[in-house]
Structures are given as C-alpha cells and as structure tokens.
C-alpha cells in the first residue's frame, strides 16, 4: 500500500511540525509521496521564513491520502478563515488518515472534524485550542493520541514522537525503531508520557 501525504501549508507555519515527521515519512519513499499543498499554491514561508514552493490540492492519485496538518503562530489567524476551513474539510473526507501536530489540531477542531473523537494540542495553547470545537475529548496529559483514523500531537517536536506511533500503527514498531535510529532520535514510545503538560499547569 502506498499514500500520498496532503501537507497543508499556509503562512507561519511552523517548521518542525511540519519537517520532524517529513523527515521520518520521507524514510519511507516506496509508501509515502510528500506532496505540499496551500490553498493557492506557490510560496508559503514558516515562521522561521523557510519557503516552501507548493502546489494546489488535486485529488487525481490513485493512492490512497493522507491529509498533515501542522500548528504554528498562523493557525490563530487561520483559524477563521472559512475557505482554509473548508478546504480542510473536504480533503478530510477523501482521506483514510488525519494527523496534525501541535495547534494544528486547532483547525481541525474548527473544521468539526475532531467532533466525538479523543485529541491533544500543544500544552502552552491548550486552552485556546479547545475553544475552536465543541463535542471533543481532549486529553491534557499525552503526546499524542490516536482515535480511530485521526492522529494528534502535543506541540512541535512531539509530531515526530506520534509520526513514528503511526509508522508503529501502520506497519510495525521494528521499522519505527529503524527509522529512529536512523535519524539519530530517541523516540519517546510512551504517548502518555508528557511532561509540558504539569509545566504549562494542565496535570
């Protein structure tokens, strides 16, 4: 099985949610096609003005999808706007999996996806977040967690530790543990193990 990851970007982003779990999924070539999206294509800068040149959403693959969406300082602006929301929503429906990291799953919340379903968000933002959707279960002590198809992390670096849970869900812990070590990572397995959530007063 193969997939195309839909990686939506939109102006600050942030750059580790977005490249810790390109890096791990770009391990995976034979199974993961990194295909970087916004609602317009062309140029989108991080909040650390890395530019990243992508392409418009086209869901002509034969593979199955993937929709990635990271945090960052833009989702308190993105959050209301309806044609982002929209536009996420709609990728959702043709996706099999939804992951997001950090204040991502903020857009997610707004876009009602997360509705019924259990998720977590960055600890220093949590409480904005979980004003974005109603009817969501959020977990304040996890990594990340996993509910159905939908997977959400804490914040920034922790999109690596749920990214390499998916690779565990998908195919096998032995290839995320490969895939650590590859990178030189100390992937922390346990997704209940988060300890910004006492720092940010959450536990």
Request: aromatic share 10%; proline share 2%; with cysteine.
């Amino acid at each position: 099985m193969s997939y195309v990851v839909n990686i939506i970007l939109f102006e600050e982003f942030e750059t580790l949610d977005v490249f810790g779990p390109v890096e791990i999924l770009g391990r995976l070539p034979e199974i993961f096609k990194l295909n970087f999206i916004s609602l317009d294509g062309g140029i989108i800068s991080s909040s650390q003005n890395a530019r990243i040149d992508t392409s418009t959403y086209d869901n002509k693959h034969s593979e199955e999808s993937i929709l990635f969406i990271p945090g960052g300082m833009g989702v308190r602006e993105k959050v209301g706007d309806e044609k982002l929301i929209n536009f996420i929503e709609n990728i959702s429906r043709e996706s099999k999996y939804i992951m997001s990291v950090c204040t991502g799953s903020a857009l997610l919340a707004k876009a009602g996806i997360l509705k019924g379903k259990k998720a977590t968000t960055n600890k220093r933002a949590f409480n904005w977040v979980i004003e974005q959707g109603k009817d969501i279960q959020w977990i304040k002590k996890a990594r990340w967690v996993n509910d159905g198809n939908i997977f959400t992390s804490s914040g920034v670096s922790a999109g690596m530790d749920m990214t390499l849970g998916f690779i565990e869900y998908l195919i096998g812990r032995e290839k995320a543990i490969e895939i650590s070590n590859g990178i030189e990572y100390k992937w922390n397995e346990d997704r209940e193990w988060d300890p910004f959530a006492e720092l940010y007063g959450l536990a």
